[in-house]
């Protein structure tokens, strides 16, 4: 883009099949009331509203002149064509909007919206971010995510058919999962000719699933040195060509 680019995190007003009673109603045990977009704009306000808001607080902080447009909370491609089409295609139309991000599950691509990504990728700068979390069937029932490895790499597949930059997120310290677990979520998913992958730990959230559980059973979390160490040797495994968008996150520091 010949300059800085950021993003500016939406909230598109949509839900997720985990949560709306469709596939179950508690969603992912981590998954917090926001839909993991605890730091994305106001859902009150339209897409529009939200993107001056975000521009307004990142423009006191330095000179921005573009921005990609990232719909990160809940699930993004969970409504009616007609909605996506009305939401993304309006910030799209905005003049400093240079691109799109959509944050969704590998569960609710049906071709329809597979072949309106693909018309989007053909006009813009377009990314797909799939949440997967692991590659583990045992552990993706323990997390209530609500499908397993296989829809990953099918939705994954039909993205880059369509040459869509496909971003996975992945957990590391997820309940139960060894070292060996997290280092072969990277190698599977490294065989599937993705782009980039973002690397989280796992933080557990007040009022969610996850921290019920941890009440009740005290599970270990991950020690700064053994996940350092166990993200080091992922990123050593990647294709030198998949980006590494981010090595660890964290939540709302109250809900933590």
């Not at 930059?165 to 590391?172: A, G």
Request: negative net charge; contains cysteine; charged residues 30%.
């Amino acid at each position: 883009f010949g300059e800085k680019v950021y993003k500016v995190t939406l909230n598109g007003g949509m839900s997720c099949p985990n949560r709306d009673g469709k596939l179950g109603s508690r969603g992912c045990i981590f998954c917090s009331a926001g839909g993991s977009g605890d730091f994305a704009a106001d859902a009150e306000l339209s897409v529009t509203e939200q993107i001056d808001s975000q521009i307004a607080l990142l423009s006191a902080k330095r000179p921005i002149h573009k921005y990609i447009a990232y719909f990160q909370a809940y699930s993004n491609t969970y409504a009616d064509i007609k909605i996506l089409r009305e939401k993304y295609e309006t910030v799209l139309s905005l003049k400093n909007v240079v691109g799109l991000s959509i944050a969704t599950r590998a569960d609710i691509l049906d071709k329809e919206t597979l072949e309106y990504l693909g018309e989007l990728n053909k006009k813009t700068f377009l990314w797909v971010e799939l949440g997967l979390q692991s590659s583990n069937d045992k552990t993706a029932q323990l997390i209530n995510r609500g499908h397993d490895f296989r829809t990953f790499m099918k939705a994954a597949e039909q993205l880059r058919e369509r040459n869509i930059r496909v971003c996975v997120h992945i957990i590391n310290g997820l309940p139960g999962e060894t070292y060996d677990d997290m280092i072969k979520t990277v190698k599977d998913i490294s065989v599937l000719n993705i782009n980039a992958v973002k690397i989280h730990m796992l933080y557990i959230l007040k009022d969610t699933p996850l921290f019920k559980l941890y009440e009740k059973e005290k599970f270990s979390v991950m020690k700064r040195e053994d996940y350092i160490q166990t993200v080091a040797d992922q990123i050593e495994l990647l294709p030198e060509e998949v980006i590494v968008e981010r090595v660890t996150g964290d939540g709302k520091a109250d809900d933590l």
